[in-house]
């Protein structure tokens, strides 16, 4: 893998769902088709709440030692908090819920180019081909994989750098549970909703925004002219707030921001002191104005 970076992200935590219905218990909860997740791929995917609003995001993946579990690569902070609302749901299912993070973690490969990456460890990540590969492995062979994919290790703030340049938001950094919808943060257009596969907790609102066109906030990558704003910044268009700064890269002058698209077009847009110029990425297929909006919540 000449001119790989990889990096492990200590940030991630692991959890195994087990037991003879974990599937079926799955495929009743979250927003993407958890059959898919069957050892030649991995499956973004989130659980909403009942109102449609974000609560977690993970990959799924087919357990190697039994591909009848299913292991999510889950944000480490919030482990415990995804395994107490999944046990919510468990009845009297046949179902284990296993926290794995102190032995297993994740590792991530890409290209700084953003070109696609055909071979190496893991799978490719679902959300666009410019991210990379994902691998869930004992942590303890991590090091040595990176070694043998001869990927040049790098910290992991690389990687965030790497996907802000891209335009795809991170959920620690860029979405807030219980309020961001996951239409807005692009969950669609990144492969993380099957609207074809059934039931799952919110699909009637997240379902209805959909046929709608109707998502009036999108995550967005914006070009920083100035110093660049914290967290949390508002954006201002005038005397309107129109959006919020999130995930930065400062040595890069660009940022993610949640913004009114009916706000921002023919704008001056600020953060603090510096000028903000969103950018619709290209595999983003959307329209900013009055008009109504392309593409919400297509999956490619």
């Given at each position: ?51 449609g609003k974000f609560l977690f995001d993970f990959f799924m993946a087919a ?60 799978l490719p990540d679902p959300r666009n081909a410019a991210m990379g590969r ?91 002219e100035g110093d660049m704003p914290a967290h949390g910044t508002p954006i ?65």
């Open positions: 893998m000449a001119g790989a970076l990889a990096s492990a992200l200590t940030e991630r935590g692991v959890l195994r769902i087990g037991g003879p219905e974990a599937r079926s218990f799955l495929q009743g909860l979250v927003t993407n088709n958890v059959d898919l997740a069957d050892g030649s791929r991995l499956v973004y995917s989130a659980l909403l709440t009942p109102q357990d190697p030692a039994d591909k009848d579990a299913v292991l999510l690569d889950c944000d480490g902070a919030r482990t415990g908090e995804l395994a107490k609302r999944l046990a919510m749901y468990k009845l009297r299912a046949k179902v284990e819920i296993e926290d794995r993070s102190d032995s297993l973690g994740v590792a991530v490969f890409w290209h700084e180019d953003g070109s696609a990456m055909a071979e190496g460890p893991g994902r691998a869930i492995m004992a942590k303890s062979g991590i090091e040595g994989a990176i070694a043998a994919a001869k990927a040049t290790s790098a910290p992991e703030d690389a990687w965030h750098r790497h996907r802000i340049s891209l335009g795809i938001g991170d959920a620690a950094k860029d979405f807030e549970p219980d309020r961001t919808f996951p239409l807005e943060v692009n969950f669609a257009e990144l492969n993380g909703i099957d609207f074809q596969k059934g039931c799952f907790v919110g699909q009637e609102v997240t379902s209805r925004t959909k046929r709608r066109g109707s998502v009036r906030k999108r995550l967005l990558p914006v070009d920083v201002k268009g005038g005397a309107r707030e129109v959006g919020t700064i999130l995930s930065t890269d400062a040595e890069a002058g660009r940022a993610l921001a949640l913004v009114r698209l009916d706000l921002i077009r023919d704008s001056i847009l600020e953060a603090g002191l510096s000028e903000i110029r969103p950018e619709i990425p290209g595999w983003l297929d959307i329209e900013t104005g009055e008009g109504k909006e392309n593409g919400a919540g297509e999956n490619e």
